[in-house]
């Protein structure tokens, strides 16, 4: 009888102990998951999927006969929407004005609607980089070709005349190519076929913004213009001060138009 009194007394203590150690054992692998899922978090980039209103400012140089030296700024204010799959990004940018200004004031350049929404929606991708305890952006270089169809759009020769058959009329206003206006000194309208790149590094400080530097390229050749003093523009290069040529984006309610994000500009950037 003393046998299987103890027996059961050994069984009814070794119950909790073994629930004990279940319980214990449970508790540490919940914990283990826990850390890793925390761990697995805080791993993840940052989300930047949504929509964005980003502005674009390049600053070129050109040397002008008779006048000298001439500094232009072009501010490019767009509609960005991001759709993310881990580091990577995929970037639908719709570009909503374009303002141009020139250290010159005898002349201004007026980049009209058509030009504007003829550039249509670009898809660029782009990735998030990890360093030194920081997100940053890193937008790869892609070329644009406005007014003319190229083979090779990264290296053909441009056209030079207007009834080359590789250039249209993308703007649909009816003449070639982009149609860009000016006036001042000179009233009139220039015909314009265009190629350019940029590349855009930016670092993202909190989730909703992100600024950085622009490198960026630019050919342009007037094919046919209103005026006999209208012709093609002198050869420019990129403001040497890097600061000067910059990029920011700011986070805005998914959706938002275009219209919205040119009203807002001011309280944006």
Not at 26 to 35: H, I, L, P, W
Not at 58 to 77: F, Y
Not at 200 to 212: A, T, V
């Amino acid at each position: 009888m003393r046998r299987i009194l103890s027996s059961m007394v050994l069984c009814l203590l070794m119950v909790p102990v073994t629930a004990a150690a279940q319980e214990s054992t449970s508790v540490a692998a919940a914990k283990t998951e826990a850390e890793a899922s925390a761990d697995d978090t805080a791993n993840q980039p940052p989300n930047l999927g949504g929509t964005w209103a980003q502005q674009v400012v390049t600053t070129a140089v050109s040397e002008v006969p008779i006048v000298g030296e001439v500094v232009t700024r072009t501010i490019s204010l767009q509609k960005v929407d991001i759709s993310q799959t881990g580091e990577k990004l995929e970037m639908q940018t719709e570009v909503c004005a374009i303002k141009v200004h020139s250290s010159v004031d005898v002349v201004e350049t007026h980049i009209p609607k058509r030009f504007v929404a003829a550039m249509g929606v670009v898809k660029r991708p782009a990735r998030l980089v990890e360093k030194d305890g920081a997100y940053h952006l890193h937008v790869p270089r892609k070329f644009e070709v406005l007014g003319v169809r190229l083979r090779a759009p990264n290296s053909e020769n441009l056209p030079t005349e207007a009834d080359d058959p590789r250039v249209f009329d993308q703007d649909g206003d009816g003449h070639p190519g982009m149609t860009v206006r000016v006036s001042g000194l000179i009233d009139g309208s220039l015909y314009i076929i265009h190629r350019g790149w940029d590349r855009l590094r930016g670092k993202l400080s909190g989730l909703d913004h992100i600024e950085g530097a622009v490198q960026w390229n630019l050919e342009q050749v007037v094919v046919d213009s209103t005026s006999i003093f209208l012709g093609d523009p002198p050869e420019s290069r990129a403001h040497p001060d890097s600061k000067k040529n910059h990029f920011e984006m700011r986070r805005v309610t998914n959706g938002t138009d275009c219209q919205t994000i040119v009203k807002r500009r001011a309280r944006l950037f």
